[in-house]
């Protein structure tokens, strides 16, 4: 279960990032997750609760966002694939490449400020 030390990681950019702010909380957390990121997002939530407990971000909500595999193909094509097919859907060359859907992004962080 490697969602924990993802999370950990997560959260260390979120406290830099809220102190250099000078933030005295952090509200909402976005994070896009590809389906080909290797996170489990049922445990990344987990994770995450726990975790978060003593940070800054002990009271802020977590939006996922799963984001499907897109490719780009020879042909043109750019755009989603249906499953874990790694085919064109236009043409069905198999030489394409994933632009989307293997990365975990940290998307938009919400910082409250003080007055």
Known sequence: MHEFSVVSALLDLVTEDAR???ATGV???TVKVG???GIEPELFEEAFHVCKRGTVAETAALEL???PIEISCPCGYQGGIEGFSFRCPKCGETTIRVSDGEDMILQRLELE???
Do not use: F, Y
């Open 20 to 22: 250099k702010h000078k």
């Open 27 to 29: 509200t909402t957390i």
């Open 35 to 37: 389906v080909m990121s």
């Open 65 to 67: 966002i799963r984001q």
């Open 113 to 115: 400020l003080p007055d």
